[in-house]
Each structure stands twice: as structure tokens, then as C-alpha cells.
């Protein structure tokens, strides 16, 4: 029964995965969209720190982690994110749910293994200047889509200190951008619609390593590396005469032959570092560094002349604090605390002004008595982007949840 959950809600969650609209960020037209989190909200409340050696959650970032699993893990999770948007002259407000991720981790002796899905990146965004005195073009831009990721990977204990692992990624994904001219007052105007599906396979490799300081105290460390790799883009530009109504609902009137197009994208590579100090079932706190070369992620549709691309950085430090790890103690003892802050440099540079995000981060492990599973919450307060440069500045609130369902699957039964 447990079994045929999983295969359903894997379906489900793929479809609604492919088909949502991740983000309402402006900073999201540009390259491949607006970048989403690929750990799990246990990290993502550590503000991404993945140093951690676990057995019982799956490490999403870091593919040696899986070597740790002793318990077959089924995790999904899921955030709300509310934004508070504003320029020098506006303010505005926009809301998202989104799916996170889905994955199943399988021990398998000093191997662990692991698969899932984990969107990589997304696209949402409505933007529009209405002439004030009704006779010039007045513009309207949205657009929509992501890229989404499935993977397999798996990791192994080289010896009780020092783990290996790798993830394959199938990459898939189609991102979709309207831009609508029109005189306002009149029901008639042109559009260019410019879709690109994107598809590509790439990996990542890691390693990580604990070793003991004293009876109470260890050294952990992590480090993951994502080799440079190609998207590939096929494009289609949809010219035409369009009518609308006050939905902006648009019918096609007189549409020009289609433009197809194949670009290669580039994804660059990536190297991750993360070191800490703690008693692994009582607490830890470290930090981790994140940098990435320049890719090429843009396309023709949105190649602007103010716009360039830097080198990623992020910087983050976090931990978190079990006051007990003893089942019989009270439930208030027996929950996770997680914290930290991150700062990143996201590469975007408008207006010759880098768009920076920066958070803190926050949350609890709840356990399910009787049971490894537990459910997880966590929040993040941050601020990206400036009102300088003529630019956005988003000051945002996420609200991250996630369920791990943690047991023995795969027991022979010894009586039949």
C-alpha cells in the first residue's frame, strides 16, 4: 500500500512540478529563470548548510551523504513565498505555492542509494507600462515556466570516516515569455510569444568526511563539485495581430510563420565547501562557501543590452540543536532547532548593479512518535535586489515544509 502512495504521488507531484509557476520575481525573465534551492528543508533551515551526516534524511545536495541512510527515506516538501515588491515609484505584493522536491533514499549496505525530483529553476513574472495619456504603445510582459531536474545517485562509505557519492540529472523544462504592444482604450495589438524547451543531462560528484576531535566533539566537511554542461534550447517566436479583452485574454487574429530556432545553453560549473564542529546527535554548527563560473543561460528573447553575467558566490552559516535524542524523553525535547543566515551573489548585474539575496533562516524537526518520520518546518526572512538603479527590491517570507517518512522497506519476513 505505502508502495503504490509513493508511485502516486510521484506522478502527481511531476505534473504539478512541470506545469507551476515557481516564482513572481522581475529577476526571474532573465537566463533560465530565477534559481530555486535544491536541498531539502532540513539544509534550506540551515541556511543550505549540507555538512551534516545523517541517517535518516536524504542529502539532495551532496551525494555522499546517501552512504549514511540505515532507514529507507521518502521525502517531499513544499514553500509559500510572500514578496513585497518596490521600486522609487511603486510598491506591489505577490504570493507563491510551490512543490520543492520528492525523493526516495534506499540503504543499501555501505552503499546508499537515491531518486527523486527537483525543480532547478523558474520563470514568473507580469510587468506592465501603461502610457498615462492614452495614445502611445503601452507594454505588457509575463512570462511563465522552469526547468525541473530528475536524478539518480548514490554513495559509499570508503571507510567509517570518508564517504563518496554522484548524481546523474536528466534536466527538462520549457519557459514560456509574452510581450503584448497595444494603444490602450483599443482592443487590438501585437504580440510575440517566445517558448523554449530546454533539455540536457549533467552530474555531480562529492565527498565527505568526519573525523573525531574527542569523545564528545567531531570535525565534519563537505565538498561537491558540478562539472560545466549544455542545455539544449529549442525556440519558437510566435508573431501576431491579437484583440484582447479586460483579462487581457488573448485571440489570435493574424499570426506571421513561426521562427524555429536551436541554441546551446551552457549550466557552468560549481564547487561547494562546508566544514563544521559538533556531537552529531546533539548538535552542529559550521559553514559552507558556493562558487560558479559564468554560464551562458540567456537566450535571443532576452539578451538585453543593460544586462551581464558574473560569477555566482554564496556564503552561509548555520547548525542545528537536539536536546535530546532519547525517545522517552518529553515530545519539546525531542525536537530539532535549526538556524542560520546566507548571503549570495547571484551573478545578476543590471544597470551595472549586482542583484544580491540575503536571508536568515529558521526551523524545527518535528518527530512522529513512534516512528523515525517526522515532518519539518522552517521559515526564511530575507531581501534581494535594490530600489537603486531604477531596479526592484523584494523583501520576502518563506514558509518551507516537508514530511520524511523513515523505515525498514525492504525486510525479508521470516515467517510466512
Known sequence: MINKIVISTCLLLSFISFSQEGTSSPYSFYGIGESRFSGTMENRAMAGLSIAQDSTHINLQNPAGLANLKWTAFTIGASSNYTNQKTNKATGVAQRTTFDYLSLGIPLGRFGAAMGLIPYSSVGYKIENISPDGIQNSKRFNGWGGLNRVFIGTGYRITSNLNFGANVYYNFGKLQTNSLEFIPNVPI??????????????????????????????????????????????????????????????QVVDPLDDVLTENDLILPQKWSFGAGIGDSKKWLFGGEVSFQDVGRLYNEYNTLNNVVYGKYQKYSIGGYYNPSSNPFVGYAKRVIYRGGFRFEKTGLVVNSTSINDMAFTFGAGLPVTGSFSNFNVGFEIGKKGTTSANLVQENYFNLNVSFSLNDKWFVKSKYR
Open 189 to 250: 495589438g501585437s504580440r510575440e510569444l517566445n517558448v523554449a524547451n530546454l533539455s540536457g543531462i549533467n552530474f555531480n560528484i562529492g565527498m565527505m568526511y568526519k573525523a573525531k576531535i574527542n569523545t564528545k566533539l567531531s570535525f565534519f566537511s563537505s565538498l561537491y563539485y558540478t562539472p560545466k554542461s549544455t542545455l539544449v534550447s529549442e525556440n519558437t517566436r510566435s508573431i501576431a495581430t491579437v484583440s484582447f479583452d479586460s483579462n487581457f485574454d488573448i
